[in-house]
C-alpha cells in the first residue's frame, strides 16, 4: 500500500517557476514507477512524466520536455516535479501517481494517487 500527498502547487506568472512535490508513504515506494498527471476543467487528465523505482528511466511528455524535471528520493520517500517557464497551458489540478508498471502513460494503469495540487498559470 502506498499513499501518496502532493504539496507546492500555486498561482504564478508565465515564466515563473513551481517545484511540486509528492510524499509518500510504505515501505515499497522505491519498488513503484512514480507519475505525474495533470487535468484542467473539461479535459481528461493527461500523462505528464514519469521516473521509475530506482530513478534510471525517465519519460515525459513531448509538451513538457526542456522545461519539467521529474526526480525522486526514495530515502526520504518523495518525489518532485521542478516546473520551469511555466506557460498558461500548464494550468491544471496535478496529480502524482504510483504503479508497479514501468512507466505507463496512461491513468488506469497507475494504482496509487493523490489528492492534487493546483497549478494556475496566467498570463
Known amino acids: 500500500q502506498v499513499q501518496l500527498v502532493e504539496s507546492g502547487g500555486g498561482l504564478v506568472q508565465a515564466g515563473d517557476s513551481l517545484r511540486l512535490s509528492c510524499a509518500a508513504s510504505g515501505r515499497t515506494f522505491s519498488s513503484h514507477s512514480m507519475g505525474w498527471f495533470r487535468q484542467a476543467p473539461g479535459k481528461e487528465r493527461e500523462f505528464v512524466a514519469a521516473?521509475?523505482?530506482?530513478?534510471?528511466?525517465?519519460s515525459y511528455q513531448d509538451s513538457v520536455k526542456g522545461r519539467f524535471t521529474i526526480s525522486r528520493d526514495n530515502v526520504k520517500r518523495t518525489g518532485h516535479l521542478q516546473m520551469n517557464s511555466l506557460k498558461p497551458e500548464d494550468t491544471a489540478v496535478y496529480y502524482c501517481a504510483a504503479t508497479r508498471s514501468v512507466l505507463p502513460q496512461i491513468p488506469s494503469l497507475y494504482d496509487y494517487w493523490g489528492q492534487g495540487t493546483q497549478v494556475t498559470v496566467s498570463s
Open positions: 521516473i521509475s523505482g530506482s530513478a534510471d528511466r525517465i
